[in-house]
């Protein structure tokens, strides 16, 4: 791949997966907003577990689903020749831990850092939010033990 072709569909799959975080973000604000509501007459512990619980789970998805996307792209742009090699270099690269024992050709490598920073922008992200959600659920606790 040219040096263009690479930033081009690099900044492609890494525009593709941002959307997916904001809209899975937005989801789960409204999920976990009928949720808080549905469970405010139940106990302190049952409410922060259901909404964490349920908050990580559809992060969690949302990511997964961004390794799968960028996996799916290393195998159309013949970075990478097989699905499991995909799906490890994804996974690897995309939380940053990039072990090492499979590397990319110099032609490829700046496309395969995309997914790297794709990566640490949606955990960015998705931690921001979820530390809001703690923020607000914990602070209601924190007027009900003064009383």
Known sequence: MTLLTQLFWGSVFLSICAIIQVLMIGYSAGVLLRLGTALERRRRFVRVVSLVSIGFGLITLAHTVQVWIWAK?????????????????????????????????????????FAGMSGILSLGVSTAFLVAVLSRLLKPMETEDDQ
């Open 73 to 113: 792209a290393f195998l159309l742009m013949g970075v990478i020749g097989d699905l499991n090699s995909a799906l490890y270099f994804a996974f690897a690269t995309y939380t940053t831990v990039g072990y090492g024992d499979l590397v990319l050709g110099p032609g490829t490598r700046i496309f395969g850092t």
